[in-house]
């Protein structure tokens, strides 16, 4: 099955995603993703699969499908092999498709699966930064040390189709993080479609991501995380005064920007940017 597959190699800093062009069925992302991040040769992290644009079937978040008035818009639509939240790979994907106009497109508006909002991007390719809004955080919460047993506290934020817990000044160890993932799922949500966790080092600057798929069953510590900056963005930001406030995140593969926009204590917005190369087609047979 799929034994030909046409993908594009995306690299937002670090944050290797292979992008398939090929139509798959929903329910064989998960054979296919493993199939290809067993391949060496593509050295990827996560896999994103490209829907056509006539298909009935886009995700808007994790259970529900495009009404026809979103499919009548005609936005391209991409989901995540778990059906996730994805803010590297949404950027990439707009990136690409954006790229297939002539001339290219500087603004581009896509679907992605996780998110229940079209997402606008803004595009430099003379640079290959992109820019876009992303969804604002549904929920956050605070977890003491003695509920995450550890002897730090730590932060969840979460969007619609994943949550990040933000920890200050932990070694970024895979015990430390299997421990927190599985509390969080036995103790807060046992549906999330993803989990991260960003172990943010605050001395250096530094912000290390792991995050864990469930459909797939795959724990990834990442070049950098997307939806992961937001977060951390987004709970610096709920500390700050109202203004426009930006934050670079070092992550192990490169370096990720936000801006948040804050008025009368809340967050009205948030924006992520970061330089994204693409390879050319790549048949895998």
Same mark, same amino acid.
């Not at 296919?32 to 006539?54: H, I, R, W, Y």
């Not at 391209?76 to 790229?99: D, I, K, Q, T, V």
């Not at 996780?114 to 969804?135: F, Q, W």
């Given at each position: 099955?799929?034994?030909?597959?046409?993908? !594009?190699?995306?690299? =937002?800093?670090?944050?290797?995603?292979?992008?398939?062009?090929? =139509?798959?069925?929903?329910?064989?992302?998960? *054979?296919?993703? #493993?199939?290809?991040?067993?391949?060496?040769?593509?050295?990827?992290? *996560?896999?994103? $699969?490209?829907? =056509?644009?006539?298909?009935?079937? *886009?995700?808007?978040? /994790? @259970?529900?499908?495009?009404?026809?008035?979103?499919?009548?818009?005609?936005?391209?639509?991409?989901?995540?092999?778990?059906?996730?939240?994805?803010? @590297?790979?949404?950027?990439?994907?707009?990136?690409?498709?954006?790229?297939?106009?002539?001339?290219?497109? @500087?603004?581009? +508006?896509?679907?992605?699966?996780?998110?229940?909002?079209?997402?606008?991007?803004?595009?430099?390719?003379?640079?290959?930064?992109?820019?876009?809004?992303?969804?604002?955080?549904?929920?956050?919460?605070? $977890?003491?040390?003695?509920?995450?047993?550890?002897?730090?506290?730590?932060?969840?934020?979460?969007?619609?189709?994943?949550?990040?817990? %933000?920890? #200050?000044?932990?070694?970024?160890?895979?015990?430390?993080?299997?421990?927190?993932?599985?509390?969080?799922?036995? @103790?807060?949500?046992?549906?999330?479609?993803?989990?991260?966790?960003? $172990?943010?080092?605050?001395?250096? #600057?530094?912000?290390?991501?792991?995050?864990? !798929?469930?459909?797939?069953?795959? +724990?990834? $510590?990442?070049?950098?995380?997307?939806?992961?900056?937001?977060?951390?963005?987004?709970?610096?930001?709920?500390?700050?005064?109202?203004?426009? /406030? *930006?934050?670079?995140?070092? #992550?192990?593969?490169?370096?990720?920007?936000?801006?948040?926009?804050?008025?009368?204590?809340?967050?009205?917005? %948030?924006?992520?940017?970061? %330089?994204?190369?693409?390879?050319?087609?790549?048949?895998?047979?």
């Amino acid at each position: 099955m799929y034994d030909n597959l046409d993908v !594009v190699i995306a690299d =937002p800093a670090g944050n290797i995603t292979i992008m398939v062009l090929t =139509p798959v069925d929903r329910k064989d992302y998960a *054979q296919v993703a #493993q199939k290809l991040l067993k391949n060496k040769t593509l050295n990827g992290e *996560q896999v994103a $699969f490209m829907l =056509p644009d006539s298909d009935r079937k *886009q995700t808007t978040n /994790h @259970n529900d499908s495009l009404s026809d008035n979103d499919l009548s818009a005609g936005y391209p639509a991409m989901e995540m092999c778990g059906l996730e939240f994805c803010g @590297n790979a949404s950027r990439a994907f707009a990136l690409y498709r954006s790229s297939l106009s002539v001339p290219h497109k @500087n603004e581009i +508006t896509v679907k992605v699966s996780g998110c229940d909002k079209p997402l606008t991007a803004r595009i430099d390719h003379s640079t290959g930064n992109v820019e876009m809004d992303m969804p604002t955080p549904d929920e956050i919460r605070e $977890f003491t040390d003695k509920e995450l047993s550890l002897n730090k506290g730590g932060t969840l934020v979460c969007l619609d189709g994943i949550a990040h817990l %933000i920890l #200050q000044d932990v070694p970024p160890m895979k015990d430390t993080f299997e421990m927190l993932r599985d509390c969080i799922y036995e @103790n807060y949500d046992p549906d999330l479609p993803a989990f991260g966790v960003m $172990f943010c080092d605050t001395v250096n #600057q530094m912000m290390t991501p792991v995050v864990y !798929v469930k459909d797939v069953d795959t +724990t990834y $510590f990442e070049g950098s995380c997307a939806s992961g900056t937001v977060a951390a963005a987004y709970a610096l930001a709920t500390t700050l005064e109202d203004g426009t /406030h *930006q934050l670079n995140l070092q #992550q192990p593969g490169g370096t990720l920007c936000t801006t948040t926009i804050k008025k009368e204590n809340r967050i009205e917005k %948030i924006s992520l940017s970061g %330089i994204i190369t693409l390879s050319d087609v790549i048949h895998i047979s």
